[in-house]
């Protein structure tokens, strides 16, 4: 089965200055994707980054990078220049295709998540 | 507006007595999904559903029921509700994923349920 652990429950970081959040993965699939999701307080569920298995380049988006490492099953996330609106609780996940037709994401699996604290 | 609907927001009930969570999504999606999410837990997956009339247990599927009459409603049904079911619930759609093409999940604002 697959898991997804975030080993950091909290972290925190000064204003401006850059934090990077940890996940790990265990999985015997080859063709997979990875996520980093953001659920500030208000609860949505927020699509930060994804990162298909089969690139080999790390996906970026605006101030937040994975460093994504295959062998090691490791995909970790950076954010540079920390803002406070990026506090937020933030969960890795794992999905597959599905194996019924090739189709369907039939679940992703989440991490326990890693409370995200900016200081002032 | 593209969305996933979820009500209510909040609710609180006694042990036993049923409730049903609604969500319907407007986006056509053929996937649908339940997860629920607790404290150092993450967000497991209760059911999901491929399309109208398909559906198949997640993780945690026990104390739960699903049905999918029509496309765009999923609703979660809790038949007896018990404490241990005290938890944030989301619903969430997609389009069906095809080989390499990616099709992002979108999930509703959920639902903070209380059993007493």
Redesign the interface.
Known sequence: AQTVTQSQPEMSVQEAETVTLSCTYDTSESDYYLFWYKQPPSRQMILVIRQEAYKQQNATENRFSVNFQKAAKSFSLKISDSQLGDAAMYFCAYGILGRISNFGNEKLTFGTGTRLTIIP | EAQVTQNPRYLITVTGKKLTVTCSQNMNH??M?W?RQDP??????IY?S?NVEVT?K??VPEGYKVSRKEKRNFPLILESPSPNQTS?Y?C?S?K?????V????H?G??T?LTVT
């Open positions: 053929e996937y999904s997860y150092g837990l993450g967000l497991r997956q999901y491929m198949d997640g993780d944030l989301f969430a997609s069906l994923w095809d080989r390499k990616y099709s992002p999940l999930f604002n959920g903070r």
